[in-house]
Each structure stands twice: as C-alpha cells, then as structure tokens.
C-alpha cells in the first residue's frame, strides 16, 4: 500500500506565498505520477496539477498557471507545490494524489489520497 501525507498549509494574505510539501512511503514500484486537488466546502474537488514521477510531463488547471508550479524530488519520494500569487478563491483543503501511467486532471483516476493541508488566503 501506499501512504500519502501533505503538509505545508497555513493562513495567508491575498498575494503571499506558500509550498506545499507530499510525502510518499510504502510500495511505491506502480507510482507513475502524483497530482493535487483541492476542495473547498460545500464545493466539488477540483484539480490543480499533476508531474510525472518519471519522464518530463506535467499538467495544471488553467487558473493557476503563472501563478503555482508543481515539481518533484524522487531521492525524498516528495512532491512539492509552491503557490505565488495567492488568491481568496485559492482557499480549500488541498490534496496529494498518485496513479499509475501519466499525469490526469480526473480525480477518479488516481488511487492513493493524503488527508489533506488547509490552505486559507484572506483579502
């Protein structure tokens, strides 16, 4: 099995900064590519952005690009987001996420979740 955990979140101002960190341990040989999620409450989880644990390949929505950048650390088994630019609308509980096979925005498609960092961006 594999475990997941994220960590990183905080309380922020609207135009700040935060990286967020995701760990990975167990049987990691099938994990092929890691992705973030958020979900704000009462809403639907949405993607983010995904890497590719093994060749140059990555995805992110279109709202956040120019603003977060997914990258990796294999040696550390880490995934890391660091968000620039915060927005109030960036608030929600983000998630990791890993796969077999490449990079997807659809949730439903990865087989492993962390529990989750509570990022929060004030005006």
């Known amino acids: 099995q594999v475990q997941l955990v994220e960590s990183g979140g905080g309380l922020v101002q609207a135009g700040g900064s935060l990286r967020l960190s995701c760990v990975a341990s167990?049987?990691?040989?099938?994990?092929?590519?890691v992705g973030w999620f958020r979900q704000a409450p009462g809403k639907e989880r949405e993607f983010v952005s995904a890497?590719?644990?093994?060749?140059?390949?990555?995805l992110s929505e279109d709202s956040v690009k120019g603003r977060f950048t997914i990258s990796r650390d294999n040696a550390n088994n880490t995934v890391y987001l660091q968000m620039n630019s915060l927005k109030p609308e960036d608030t929600a509980l983000y998630y990791c996420?890993?796969?077999?096979?490449?990079?997807?925005?659809?949730?439903?498609?990865?087989?492993?979740w962390g529990k989750g960092t509570q990022v929060t961006v004030s005006s």
């Open positions: 996420a890993a796969k077999n096979g490449a990079p997807s925005s659809v949730g439903v498609m990865y087989d492993y």
């Open positions: 167990g049987r990691l040989f099938s994990i092929d590519a």
């Open positions: 890497i590719s644990r093994t060749i140059v390949s990555s």
